[in-house]
């Protein structure tokens, strides 16, 4: 067995749609970054290689490369299962937390896990995916951005 882990974190920007874990959530604000900036699903990403010891999210899909600019993180995602898959690798499961002020995700959640399972092709029963605030602390609280934590375990 394996662990990983995985953190990303992106600052809010106005006139771009939010996406988390490859939900489209009604927000005024959307977060910047060279993909879709899905801070939950890149976090994930970041984990499950982390786990396999294949480098980051940044090594697989460098963002100075064009032909990722404002991809769907769902593709990276799918893309990083493959690559767990073709060196033999199956996952265990997925805890994932989302630190965010605001918007209130958890009318959310139960997708967002439906989401990840479905692209990795696993059970819902194998990824939790939890969110907290920071009680106005920090840049997150400030309502700067939001940030994701993600563990797995592979086998």
Do not use: W
């Not at 139960?110 to 939890?130: F, G, N, P, W, Y």
Request: proline share 4%; hydrophobic share 40%; glycine share 10%.
């Amino acid at each position: 067995m394996r662990i990983g882990h995985g953190y990303d974190v992106h600052r809010f920007t106005p006139d771009r749609p939010l996406f988390l874990g490859g939900i489209n959530i009604p927000y005024e604000k959307g977060l910047l970054g060279h993909s879709d900036a899905d801070v939950l699903l890149h976090a994930i990403c970041d984990a499950l290689l982390g786990a396999a010891a294949l480098g980051d999210i940044g090594h697989l899909f460098p963002d100075n490369d064009d032909k990722y600019k404002g991809i769907d993180s769902k593709i990276l995602l799918k893309e990083v299962g493959s690559v767990l898959y073709e060196k033999g690798y199956k996952i265990i499961n997925i805890d994932a937390t989302v630190i965010a002020q605001k918007p209130k995700l958890a009318p959310y959640i139960a997708d967002m896990r439906k989401t990840v399972a479905c692209l990795l092709l696993i059970d819902e029963e194998q990824v939790s995916i939890k969110a907290t605030t920071e009680e106005g602390l920090g840049f997150t609280g400030e309502l700067l951005g939001i940030s994701a934590h993600s563990v797995c375990i592979i086998d």
